[in-house]
């Protein structure tokens, strides 16, 4: 089983940055793709971001050129750096990973975190 806990949630003005974490624990042998999913209120939930286990990312349109995301693989880590954040950023982010165990891969999420941008 694999845990992934997501940090660096909150409330910031439009136009300032934020920056999550997500680090995943448990019993790993490896983590292959990781990424960054969000869900605002009364909408589905939709991707954000994701990196492979090379570094590989794919993004959004909605967040390309603003968002970055990056990983360390050496502590099963993912980041997701958001710069000029807007009012319609708001929602909550979930972290996502691809856990591969030697015969199969499984999927995981994280509880999410708040993430609030005031106008």
């Known amino acids: 089983q694999v845990q992934l806990v997501e940090s660096g949630g909150g409330l910031v003005q439009a136009g300032g940055s934020l920056r999550l974490s997500c680090a995943a624990s448990?019993?790993?042998?490896?983590?292959?793709?990781m990424g960054w999913y969000r869900q605002a209120p009364g909408k589905q939930r939709e991707l954000v971001a994701t990196?492979?286990?090379?570094?590989?990312?794919n993004y959004a349109d909605s967040v390309k050129g603003r968002f970055t995301i990056s990983r360390d693989n050496a502590k099963n880590t993912v980041y997701l750096q958001m710069n000029t954040l807007k009012p319609e950023d708001t929602a909550v982010y979930y972290c996502?990973?691809?856990?591969?165990?030697?015969?199969?891969?499984?999927?995981?999420w994280g509880q999410g975190t708040q993430v609030t941008v005031s106008s």
């Open positions: 996502n990973a691809d856990h591969y165990t030697g015969y199969r891969e499984f999927n995981f």
């Open positions: 448990g019993r790993i042998l490896r983590i292959n793709t």
């Open positions: 990196i492979t286990s090379g570094g590989s990312a």
